[in-house]
């Protein structure tokens, strides 16, 4: 089937054809969320429904050796920008900070969006967005709760995670973080810190305080930066 993204085309291509990053330039992807649907003749009674999806993602990538800006929606569709050769250009929450390649690479930075300490219960869902618990039906991450030893962080609606071990990754490290909607376990992590992205696209940072498990259901506390 072939893919159509004609509500983003003229989007796109102003995209790959903008005009070349200033020293110390912000770029922001093209647009927020991308519509994608089946193009094919279908048989009569037979209809199709677009699919939309937000940017969930940023990435600096080499494609074919060359250095590349790419906004990634989801499984909808992925815009790619190249930086030029005399440009670096570092991925951060909703596009990219570019400035010459002569200097050091530039620093993400973002203004905190939300911050604090909460606690989830085992078997619940929560939303780093917000900081708190939140039904299924808008969460970004499961508890999940097998048995006594086994547990699990599960992204939900697009939501992805990381492990990053015992150091405070900060901003700068989590845009960078190889990030997965794949559950993880908990007790095969080290360190009690996670980066993550929110089905909101906003990058963050948590930390695993504690768990009490004399709690019925087991309860975690969780400190968490989202930006």
Do not use: K
């Not at 905190?112 to 991450?141: I, N, W």
């Amino acid at each position: 089937m072939r893919i159509l993204l004609g509500a983003i085309a003229a989007a796109i291509s102003m995209f790959l054809c903008g005009q070349t990053p200033a020293a110390a330039q912000a770029v922001n992807c093209p647009i927020t969320t991308v519509q994608r649907g089946i193009t094919n003749s279908l048989p009569s009674g037979w209809y199709t429904t677009p699919v939309r999806s937000r940017l969930t993602e940023t990435r600096v990538m080499n494609i074919g050796g060359q250095q590349t800006m790419a906004c990634v929606y989801g499984e909808a569709a992925t815009v790619l920008r190249e930086i030029p050769a005399s440009q670096i250009c570092s991925a951060r929450s909703g596009g990219f900070e570019c400035g010459p390649a002569s200097e050091p690479a530039p620093t993400p930075t973002s203004e905190v969006y939300a911050s604090g300490t909460f606690s989830v219960r085992g078997t619940y869902d929560f939303d780093l967005d917000a900081g708190a618990e939140a039904p299924r039906t808008t969460s970004q991450f499961w508890y999940e709760v097998i048995r006594d030893g086994e547990t699990y962080f599960t992204p939900r609606r697009g939501a992805r995670i990381a492990a990053v071990g015992g150091s405070e990754p900060g901003y700068s490290g989590c845009t960078s973080a190889t990030l997965t909607s794949t559950r993880t376990r908990i007790e095969t992590t080290t360190g009690g810190w996670f980066c993550y992205r929110t089905n909101e696209g906003r990058i963050g940072q948590f930390h695993v305080d504690g768990v009490n498990r004399f709690s019925r259901p087991i309860e975690m506390t969780i400190t968490y930066a989202t930006w």
